[in-house]
Structures are given as C-alpha cells and as structure tokens.
C-alpha cells in the first residue's frame, strides 16, 4: 500500500457520460497529480494541485476538470466522455517541502473503459 | 525545457542477463533523478533515486549514477529475472517552482526464463 488510494479501481461507461475518480493523497502530502496513461504506456500529465489551488496544468482536456478539497482529496471529473478516454488514471502525491523525498508517490489507479 | 529521453522498448532478455536502460536529461541547475518501475495492472513505484553528481542511487539489484558529465542516469542490473519484467520510466525532479517531475517515455522490459 503506497499510501495514496484511488476510487473506484475500474469504470466501465457509456460514451456521453460523466464520470468522478477520487483520489486521497499520502498522509502530509500536499501536492496531488493527476496523470492519464493509455495502451502506448507513456504518462501525460493532466493537472496539479497544491495545497486546494490549481498549480500547473498540462495537457487536459476542456471536458475534463479537477479540484482539491480541504481535506486534501482530489477529484478528477470527466464529461461527455468519448471511446478515446479510455484509459488508466493516475494519482500521486507529494510534499514539495520535502526535500528528502522529492519523488512522488503513485496511486494504483482508475482503469476506465468507454463503451 | 526540461527532458529525459529513455531508450525506447521493449527490451527482451533472457534469465539472469545483464541489463542496462539508457537515460539522459536535459535540465537546468543540479536536479534529482528517479528511476519508478511500473509492474502489470499496478500503480508507479519509486525504483531508486540520486539527488547530486555521482551519486548511486541502487534498490533490488539495480543501480544508476548521476552522470553530470554526460547528463545520464543509466539504468542497470546484473541478473534480471523473470520478475523484474516490468515498465521502467525515468524521471527528473528541477527542484523549480511546482515540484514538477519531468517523465521519459518508460522502457518496457521483458524477460524470458
């Protein structure tokens, strides 16, 4: 267990739909990513946030959206979804203040299927 | 901007080969580097890490060295086994604003008994 659990492990839905994964990053860590990883393997960045603000954000879609509560879980919200999202998302997390352990720590992710 | 560039895949070995992934990077001022292996139908997991020039990061028999010199990070083992079959990415940390890791593309290995 890294620390960092994301809901639910597998989605199966309809094109159309919307869809919210969750993400409960490592106790201390104030940062959370998200990534989306498809079939061809690579990581694309999709948002960050820090702390509840928005800090970068990369290449994530307008249907997509993403927010960090006060208790540090994030949501990862996904709309009018099309067969091309189909995909594995990722979460980590980290402390930015940590020098010592400036990696992040990975969820198991959300595997999501459109059908 | 900054960069890692992987070797691209997939590497197939047999049992108990030696293995080296290449990795270099392009960045500013001294940044970490990590090595996170990603196992099937699981989540990243931080391999190993160097956090200065000529460090050695090393974790399950793999080692890799901060080569400033050369801008690498050279991913290697000596005896790969069946297990260590895997996606294997590279990855920076610039230490700028954000604590923005920086990912190569990821190298998968496969490893045939």
């Known amino acids: 267990d890294s620390g960092v659990t994301q809901t639910p492990k597998h989605l199966i839905t309809a094109t159309g739909q919307r869809v919210t994964l969750r993400c409960s990053p490592r106790?201390?860590?104030?940062?959370v990513y998200w990534y989306q990883q498809s079939l061809d393997q690579g990581l694309q960045f999709l948002i960050q946030y820090y702390n509840g603000e928005e800090r970068a954000k990369g290449n994530i879609l307008e249907r997509f959206s993403a927010q960090q509560f006060p208790d540090l879980h994030s949501e990862l919200n996904l709309s009018s979804l099309e067969l091309g999202d189909s995909a594995l998302y990722f979460c980590?997390?980290?402390?930015?203040?940590?020098?010592?352990?400036?990696?992040?720590?990975f969820g198991s992710g959300t595997r999501l299927t459109v059908v | 901007g900054d960069s890692v560039t992987q070797m691209e895949g997939p590497v197939t070995l047999s049992e108990e080969a030696f293995l080296t992934i290449n990795c270099t990077y392009t960045a500013t001022g001294y940044p970490s580097l990590f090595w996170y292996v990603q196992y099937p139908g699981e989540g990243l997991q931080l391999l190993l890490k160097?956090?200065?020039?000529?460090d050695k990061g090393s974790n399950k028999g793999f080692e890799a060295t901060y080569r400033k010199e050369t801008t690498s990070f050279h991913l290697e083992k000596g005896s790969v086994q069946v297990s260590d079959s895997a996606v294997y990415f590279c990855a920076l940390n610039p230490w700028t604003a954000g604590n923005m890791l920086t990912f190569g593309g990821g190298t998968r290995l496969m490893v045939k008994p």
């Open positions: 160097a956090t200065k020039a000529d």
């Open positions: 106790s201390g860590d104030l940062s």
């Open positions: 980590a997390s980290s402390n930015p203040l940590d020098r010592m352990n400036d990696g992040y720590t």
